[in-house]
């Protein structure tokens, strides 16, 4: 007897987020680096040392994460969480969710932080506001 085959080929290989969606910024530097993928490299990193943070564990990969942040913060990228901050409408952020209250409005949670390269953004912070 012969080996099973199929009729329909073999699925194709799933496409990452930036090549299903394109990149969110569609900027590149001189050298070719996709500043949307930096990004979310720099939010990993940011996930990272916020988990590890919360375990008190992981003292080698939170050290891990901080040179890796470091390193980017060298090259012109930089991260802003916007916690406990004043809710401003002008403010580039994706609001996530929003938790009413009787305070004055606020970021009460970062979920995503937002990334600037050279203090221009390219990715926007996704966080849960609290307030009325």
């Known amino acids: 007897m012969g080996r099973y085959r199929s009729k329909r080929p073999y699925p194709k290989k799933a496409k990452r987020k930036h090549e299903r969606e394109g990149a969110e910024s569609g900027q590149v530097s001189s050298n070719g680096v996709p500043f949307d993928l930096v990004a979310e490299f720099i939010v990993d990193l940011w996930k990272i040392?916020?988990?590890v943070r919360?375990?008190?564990a992981g003292e080698r990969i939170l050290a891990a994460c901080?040179?890796?942040q470091e390193r980017l913060i060298r090259i012109g990228f930089e991260l802003d969480t916007m916690m406990n901050r004043p809710y401003n409408e002008n403010l580039r952020m994706r609001i996530i969710e929003h938790e009413e209250c009787?305070?004055?409005r606020q970021?009460?949670?970062c979920l995503s932080p937002a990334?600037?390269?050279n203090g221009e953004l390219v990715r926007?912070?996704?966080v849960v506001t609290r307030g009325k």
């Open 102 to 104: 009787d305070e004055p």
């Open 54 to 56: 919360a375990g008190n």
């Open 124 to 126: 926007e912070a996704e």
């Open 115 to 117: 990334v600037y390269y």
């Open 107 to 109: 970021v009460a949670e």
């Open 66 to 68: 901080e040179r890796a």
């Open 49 to 51: 040392e916020r988990r």
